[in-house]
């Protein structure tokens, strides 16, 4: 009998389905990994902003990880929104638990630019769960914070990303391109080997979620058991699909298309 790929999001969540937990989800579904959830946070946000955030209490973080870890196999998960030094505290006690490969997306700002992290907990996001992570993934505002330098051209990036790994202490890192102009060029370092994953540069404000589903694409195709490199191609490419086949919806960014890549094969 073929094992059921499962994967795992810590994050927060999104009611109008675009972004975190709920486009983690959505994302894990389309690619056949079996999703699970522990929510951090409950976000009111839409495709115009955050107007809201409840911190889920940490006893209740606690149980959420303890009631799937005790009962669910965990073959890849992904971290997204942790708000303070509290959450992070309790889960990187749990996350060294657990034998799998851990997809950091330092998530501190929302599509919108509303903050989604407070500001001293940056400091230990950096310090203590990115040492822990197989590959984090940040964008150049993300990256810039971890190496605290400004990142303007390409080679920028190719230094920030080994620097996140050979001084920060990640395994891997992903530093995506996409506020930079010309191609959406990605540069992931894996500590020995350097590559570079490009695609057209799409022109659409519907971006919101993008970083979420990236990310949780490769922890859908690390879950199935994919080289980090191989998860990493074909995350590219499912992102890239919805972004280019995103919906315009909403008064602000619009989402991202999860079934994009089921559309453009005939399947739906």
């Not at 769960?129 to 051209?153: D, G, M, S, W």
Request: aromatic share 6%; hydrophobic share 40%; proline share 3%.
């Amino acid at each position: 009998m073929t094992q059921t790929a499962c994967a795992l999001t810590i994050a927060g969540t999104d009611p109008s389905g675009g972004a975190g937990i709920h486009a983690d989800l959505k994302t894990f579904q389309e690619l056949k990994s079996y999703g699970m959830s522990v929510i951090t946070s409950v976000v009111a946000q839409n495709t115009t902003g955050v107007q809201g955030i409840h911190h889920i209490p940490l006893e209740m973080i606690e149980q959420q990880m303890d009631s799937v870890t005790s009962d669910m196999p965990v073959h890849a998960l992904k971290t997204g929104m942790i708000a303070n030094i509290d959450m992070m505290r309790v889960l990187a006690e749990k996350i060294t638990k657990i034998d799998a490969p851990y997809v950091m997306d330092p998530v501190m700002v929302a599509t919108s630019g509303d903050a989604l992290i407070e500001e001293q907990a940056r400091d230990f996001l950096r310090e203590n769960l990115l040492p822990l992570a197989t590959v984090v993934t940040p964008n150049i505002p993300e990256a810039e914070f971890l190496i605290e330098k400004k990142i303007e051209i390409m080679e920028d990036m190719e230094k920030a990303a080994k620097t996140i790994v050979h001084e920060l202490g990640a395994g891997a890192a992903l530093v995506k391109g996409g506020h930079l102009q010309g191609e959406a060029i990605d540069y992931l370092y894996d500590g020995d080997e350097l590559h570079t994953f490009s695609a057209k540069r799409i022109d659409t404000k519907n971006t919101h979620g993008t970083g979420c589903t990236y990310s949780a694409a490769i922890t859908a195709y690390l879950s199935q058991g994919l080289s980090l490199y191989d998860a990493v191609e074909k995350a590219k490419h499912f992102v890239t699909a919805a972004i280019q086949h995103s919906f315009s919806l909403g008064a602000g960014n619009g989402p991202t298309n999860h079934w994009a890549v089921r559309e453009e094969e005939g399947v739906r």
